[in-house]
């Protein structure tokens, strides 16, 4: 569930870079202090991580950087809350606690030599983001590859860089849309959900990937539904209900299931049997 000796205490990190993806959020590149932990340290795409100021507080983050990178790992961080802007106002330099990797990931193994479509609306990219690196990373042992992004507008768009560089690869076909498109905007408009009719996805031997706001996926799972793809061919992240990481505080416990242990990722085969349904 975890990599080092107590789940319950965080790690020292310093922070390495600090890079601002959009008007206000921004990507933290980090590094634990001691080096064998950082060499120890591994995730799978969906994970998260508790990142806490002391003396202030902490928070769930998706990581968002490849699970092959080593060396450190990326957390992007959205300030909604009083501590997501105390973290967002912390410089190169700045040490902060880590606990974790907390939760299951996406099955990546599982999606060997099957296509594959990466679905996301606004922060959610941050946790996608993982998942495209681990799989782009080792192309040549899945099928094609597809991905769809929302966001409200062209200048919120997350990780614009690495969207650009996945639009040129071959076998990756890469959707944007916007809700509100600016003058210079050239790419689609409106909800990303309505692309899913317009793209002409394969059904056999696919699996889709999903991370973002509840009424967002609530809407795209419908969709993927109706167009063939069966429950299990469906794997959500409710990463927005995770909490303490360990299930101990029941802030994630929804049914018999506790988000941060067994999830935040679940097929749509558990989500049905949770009955889950939120706007």
């Known amino acids: 569930m975890h990599d080092f000796e107590s789940p319950l205490k965080p790690e020292l990190a310093e922070i390495l870079r600090v890079k601002q993806e959009t008007p206000s959020i921004k990507t933290f590149t980090v590094r634990f202090l001691d080096k064998k932990k950082q060499k120890q340290f591994s995730f799978l795409p969906g994970k998260f991580m508790m990142a806490s100021i002391f003396g202030f507080g902490e928070m769930p983050i998706s990581?968002?950087?490849?699970?092959?990178?080593?060396?450190s790992l990326q957390l992007?961080?959205?300030?909604?809350g009083n501590i997501s802007r105390k973290i967002c106002s912390l410089e190169k330099g700045s040490v902060i606690g880590l606990r974790g990797p907390f939760g299951r990931g996406y099955p990546i193994q599982k999606f060997r030599k099957k296509n594959i479509v990466f679905f996301s609306g606004g922060c959610g990219m941050a946790s996608m983001r993982s998942a495209v690196f681990?799989?782009?990373?080792k192309k040549e042992l899945f099928g094609k590859l597809f991905l769809f992004h929302g966001c409200k507008s062209p200048s919120e768009l997350l990780f614009a860089e690495d969207i650009a560089k996945w639009e040129k690869e071959e076998n990756f076909n890469v959707f944007v849309s916007v809700d509100v498109p600016s003058p210079s905007w050239k790419g689609n408009s409106g909800f990303v959900t309505d692309l899913i009719g317009k793209v002409d996805l394969p059904i056999e031997d696919t699996f889709v990937l999903m991370c973002g706001p509840q009424a967002m996926m609530n809407i795209a799972i419908e969709k993927f539904?109706?167009?063939?793809?069966?429950?299990?061919?469906l794997y959500s992240s409710l990463e927005r209900l995770m909490h303490c990481g360990v299930g101990k505080c029941g802030h994630c416990n929804i049914g018999k299931e506790f988000v941060c242990v067994h999830g935040?990722?679940?097929s749509g085969l558990e989500l049905e049997k949770m009955h889950l349904k939120e706007g």
């Open 63 to 71: 990581i968002s950087s490849s699970p092959y990178q080593k060396d």
């Open 76 to 80: 992007t961080v959205n300030p909604v």
């Open 134 to 137: 681990a799989v782009t990373a």
């Open 225 to 233: 539904k109706g167009h063939g793809f069966k429950p299990e061919q």
């Open 264 to 266: 935040p990722v679940f």
